[in-house]
């Protein structure tokens, strides 16, 4: 069951809130000390991101339970930058109702298409919500690691064809 809350567009002083969450939900999937150390720049979040309003908070009663956000590609697309649940909420729907903004924030902008890199341990996540996999790109934190890609074409009613 979904959590009662809203969601809002993130502020820059949880910056490091949120940076926090997604360390605690990667490390979700049991990923040894070594390897999330590696990857906590790639957690970080992006101070022009926030003030662009790219960054999405899903709070409930003054407790922010996950994030995503909406960043830029080179060719003009938009991808998933990030999309992180707290660990006691995976499961609960919140992840799904993030895409789902996501998506829609997304078209509202113009987009026709999501890209997501997301982590091998939600390969199963991304394809219940109708996700596509598209191909695979190297980690920016771990030499010799590949992570799945994604996309999500996104409907004319302003949400994804996912269910």
Not at 71 to 92: K, T
Request: glycine share 12%.
């Amino acid at each position: 069951m979904v959590p009662h809350g809203q969601i809002r567009v993130a502020v820059p002083d949880e910056r490091e809130r949120l940076a926090g969450l997604a360390y605690r939900s990667k490390a979700y999937w049991g990923y040894p000390a070594s390897f999330m150390e590696a990857c906590r720049e790639e957690l970080a979040v992006d101070d022009t991101a926030i003030r662009a309003r790219r960054v999405f908070v899903w709070e409930a009663q003054g407790r922010i339970l996950g994030f995503y956000s909406l960043e830029d590609l080179p060719d003009g697309g938009v991808e998933l930058g990030h999309l992180f649940v707290e660990p006691d909420c995976i499961g609960a729907g919140v992840g799904r109702r993030l895409l789902s903004h996501a998506c829609e924030q997304a078209r509202q902008l113009g987009f026709e298409r999501l890209v997501i890199q997301g982590d091998p341990n939600a390969v199963a996540f991304y394809v219940r919500c109708g996700a596509v996999r598209v191909g695979e790109r190297a980690s920016a934190s771990i030499a010799g690691r590949t992570l799945p890609v994604f996309e999500i074409e996104l409907g004319a009613d302003g949400g994804y064809r996912g269910n």
